[in-house]
């Protein structure tokens, strides 16, 4: 998802000609990470399988009890995408926020035969468990920031699969929320996507609705679910625009804190103009701002 954030890119640049960009030591210590360092560690393993691998950030002066950690969740329908298309991403972070850590995940793909659901929230927890340990020396405070299928499966482990809460914050980008939605289940274009996620139960919906409901944030939203962003295009070839009212909905019927909009012109995550791209940006950032300073 190369353009989710992307933009952000220049105002890094900007921002390193300003004031400095320090370059991280890139030296790693498999046993432990001396906490007055930083580091930039690339393709760490949580899990045996070689899709089960991330980059991780982890800023110098770092404690277990200050230091939270973003969650980077690249999408590509379940069934494609890398970690690398957040690189930018997470280097604008860096810049933003160099007092937070970050993770950049790539996790195992899904196929009819192999569906992503439950194994991809299966390696987000993985993911997690390797980050909480104590050599990294960070906390378990965690903002999930995710586009399309990253920001569905962002939605659906904080709101269905973190029952202490770690995650504080969840920013949503062009994310399918409602898998139950007929916009979806009645068009064979899109659900061919989903079979990414649920494998051949999509050629069955009657059958397998129960399925469809499990897997849609919208349907596991609770009183305790964390604050969330949204963020859609009205332009999206492949998000229905039913989608954000009915997560909208979801919230408001809970009464989680959450704010969304839709950009007129925009696509699956292209925004139509710089006011667009400038309004996406101020609003994600006053977001974390807000909830995971």
């Not at 009464?255 to 839709?262: G, K, L, N, R």
Request: hydrophobic letters at 40%; a negative charge; one cysteine or more.
């Amino acid at each position: 998802m190369k353009y989710i954030l992307q933009f952000l890119l220049g105002s890094v640049i900007i921002l390193c000609v300003g004031v400095g960009c320090n370059k991280e030591d890139d030296v790693v210590q498999p046993a432990v990470y001396d906490v007055s360092k930083s580091y930039s560690l690339k393709d760490v393993e949580y899990g045996k399988d070689a899709a089960q691998r991330m980059d991780v950030y982890l800023p110098a002066n770092r404690s277990s009890d200050k230091t939270k950690v973003f969650v980077m969740i690249h999408g590509g329908g379940w069934s494609a995408g890398d970690k690398a298309d957040y690189t930018a991403t997470m280097d604008a972070f860096k810049n933003y926020f160099p007092g937070h850590a970050i993770i950049n995940i790539n996790y195992r793909l899904g196929t009819q035969q192999s569906p992503g659901y439950p194994k991809q929230i299966q390696d987000i927890q993985s993911a997690l468990d390797e980050i909480k340990k104590q050599k990294y020396n960070v906390s378990e405070q965690y903002l999930l920031f995710g586009g399309s299928a990253g920001a569905h499966l962002s939605l659906l482990y904080a709101y269905a699969f973190d029952p202490d809460h770690h995650v504080k914050g969840v920013v949503n980008t062009v994310g399918p929320v409602d898998l139950t939605d007929t916009l979806l289940t009645g068009n064979v274009v899109l659900m061919g996507v989903v079979g990414g996620l649920l494998g051949k139960a999509i050629y069955d919906y009657k059958s397998n609705e129960a399925l469809f409901v499990e897997a849609s944030p919208a349907k596991r939203v609770t009183a305790t679910s964390p604050p969330t962003i949204s963020f859609y295009g009205d332009k999206d070839p492949l998000i229905p625009v039913t989608q954000m009212p009915l997560l909208r909905k979801a919230l408001e019927e809970k009464a989680v804190w959450h704010y969304d909009t839709i950009y007129p012109g925009g696509g699956h995550g292209l925004w139509a103009s710089e006011a667009q791209n400038q309004d996406y940006i101020n609003r994600t950032i006053g977001f974390i701002n807000q909830f995971f300073k």
